[in-house]
């Protein structure tokens, strides 16, 4: 049997908008697992869609970068906000930025193991090495994206000074004002909005499946009759579709019309990648009590 800690019970009250009590109860009839606890609690009613950001605790910066028709989008992690915001660290991540620009790398592992474009006696993984003995904390490359527009452009938008990164890939005929405005509104929608997908062809089978699985049960538990509940739940993955896809959401800016609509036909989507600052990741917590305890018990050794 899982703990099921105060700290989990936060968590999936944030994440799903339940009561408190009720959060408890999911955790400990799902022996603590967090996805199955949210879809407990939306089975029973008790929750809306959960956000979909996991635990936000790792420090660090994204930083996004762009030079002619590609773009970079870069999480760097460290181990505290103090460092995330020193100069030496935005240099790093500007760095980092344009060696993917310069050398294409597949894969965090290929780029590391490969020189800096900067300095070719040097790899990426040797200047992580540095910054880490020179800042005194751990750096660590967690991800990145790179995209080149064949035919339109790459856009990127850097919210809270690196909390959100996000980046946009557009087809168009033509790059005009008309279309960088749009872009910029676009960037922005995403960062706010958090889309999932870019259209709902590109919706997982299995995400639909599992979706619906929990409409059923949730329209079953409200009471409604058999007959008429997969009629209610086409309806409701409809309201799925417009919360997960990008050109189907409400234009924040305008919330009567849809994304698609706001591009009007100028540009189309082709892809996007939106970045939040330690999203699934974990920070230590420190136990000062705890700290104390064990430093004693070393010491009567």
Request: overall charge negative.
């Amino acid at each position: 049997m899982a703990t099921i800690t105060s700290a989990l019970v936060k968590e999936l009250r944030e994440r799903t908008g339940a009561g408190m009590m009720d959060c408890k109860k999911a955790l400990v009839s799902c022996d603590g697992d967090m996805d199955k606890a949210i879809d407990f609690l939306r089975e029973k009613g008790l929750a809306a869609a959960a956000k979909k950001a996991g635990r936000i605790a790792a420090e660090g910066m994204v930083e996004c970068y762009v030079e002619g028709n590609v773009g970079v989008v870069v999480e760097i992690n460290c181990e505290t906000d103090f460092v995330a915001n020193t100069d030496n660290f935005k240099a790093l991540c500007r760095d980092y930025a344009k060696h993917i620009i310069a050398k294409n790398p597949a894969t965090v592992e290929e780029m590391l193991a490969q020189t800096f474009y900067a300095d070719e006696t040097k790899t990426v993984n040797d200047l992580i090495g540095e910054a880490t003995a020179a800042i005194g904390e751990k750096i660590s490359l967690r991800r990145f994206a790179r995209f080149e527009a064949a035919n339109g452009m790459v856009d990127t938008y850097i919210h809270m000074g690196g909390r959100i990164g996000v980046m946009v890939e557009l087809a168009c005929e033509e790059v005009t004002e008309e279309v960088k405005v749009m872009s910029h509104d676009l960037v922005m929608h995403i960062a706010a909005a958090n889309p999932q997908f870019a259209r709902r062809e590109e919706v997982p089978t299995e995400n639909l499946e599992k979706e619906r699985e929990v409409l059923t049960q949730q329209a079953l538990n409200e009471g409604k009759p058999a007959k008429i509940v997969e009629r209610m739940v086409e309806g409701r993955i409809e309201k799925y579709y417009k919360e997960v896809c990008l050109v189907e959401q409400p234009f924040v800016k305008d919330p009567d019309i849809t994304v698609k609509k706001m591009l009007n036909g100028k540009c189309e989507v082709v892809r996007f990648v939106r970045f939040e600052r330690g999203e699934g990741l974990e920070k230590r917590v420190n136990d000062l009590a705890a700290d104390i305890a064990a430093e004693q018990a070393k010491m009567k050794k």
